[in-house]
T-cell receptor, first 111, second 113 residues
Framework: TQLLEQSPQFLSIQEGENLTVYCNSSSVFSSLQWYRQEPGEGPVLLVTVVTGGEVKKLKRLTFQFGDARKDSSLHITAAQPGDTGLYLCAGAWNAGNMLTFGGGTRLMVKP | EAGVVQSPRYKIIEKKQPVAFWCNPISGHNTLYWYLQNLGQGPELLIRYENEEAVDDSQLPKDRFSAERLKGVDSTLKIQPAELGDSAVYLC???????????FGPGTRLTVL
């Protein structure tokens, strides 16, 4: 059983569409991170959110941390083929940076 | 600056054979992690080192898995004997001692036949 549940598991969309990926847990996290992983590579950090209700933007990507710090979402506007990859959320319970990863959302953006 | 280096990138072995993976973290990063990642899933922590000390190995299957980081720099993860279910990507990550972002290596993809 994953402590962090990501949905959807798979998403295939056309270029230009918008999408939202969700990361949910019954646990409270001190921080939550989003990673993107391409085939044959390790995950690369996109953003860290710390404060409940926090919203961070990274170009066309918008990340939100839930008020109770139990869930998070990633919204991509006008998706591009280069956004294709595995998106992982990971929660930390303390400043020691021990991460628990979700199962990931595999995104495919078709041109 | 060089990132986390892992070798080999790919390994194919027959079941019951031993296998070893090597990781060289980013220079100056005292904390090193080994993760296992099954296809289409998120990484799962196997072991964490602070310098040469294994501070969390609760998820490491100690009957067949072992790890070492003798000089507190590079690390080796070993499986002996390997089983079919060990087929996965083994990721290494490092972070400065004060925490923060974990930097991942490209992983070693293990296939056990």
């Amino acid at each position: 059983t994953q402590l962090l549940e990501q949905s959807p598991q798979f998403l295939s969309i056309q270029e230009g569409e918008n999408l939202t990926v969700y990361c949910n847990s019954s646990s409270v996290f001190s921080s939550l991170q989003w990673y993107r992983q391409e085939p044959g590579e390790g995950p690369v950090l996109l953003v860290t959110v710390v404060t409940g209700g926090e919203v961070k933007k990274l170009k066309r990507l918008t990340f939100q941390f839930g008020d109770a710090r139990k869930d998070s979402s990633l919204h991509i506007t006008a998706a591009q083929p280069g956004d294709t990859g595995l998106y992982l959320c990971a929660g930390a319970w303390n400043a020691g940076n021990m991460l628990t990863f979700g199962g990931g959302t595999r995104l495919m953006v078709k041109p | 600056e060089a990132g986390v280096v892992q070798s080999p990138r790919y390994k194919i072995i027959e079941k019951k054979q031993p296998v070893a993976f090597w990781c060289n973290p980013i220079s100056g990063h005292n904390t090193l992690y080994w993760y296992l990642q099954n296809l289409g899933q998120g990484p799962e922590l196997l072991i964490r080192y602070e310098n040469e000390e294994a501070v969390d190995d609760s998820q490491l299957p100690k009957d067949r898995f072992s790890a070492e980081r003798l000089k507190g720099v590079d690390s080796t993860l070993k499986i002996q004997p390997a089983e079919l279910g060990d087929s996965a990507v083994y990721l290494c990550a490092s972070t400065p001692a004060w925490g923060g972002e974990q930097f991942f290596g490209p992983g070693t993809r293990l296939t056990v036949l």
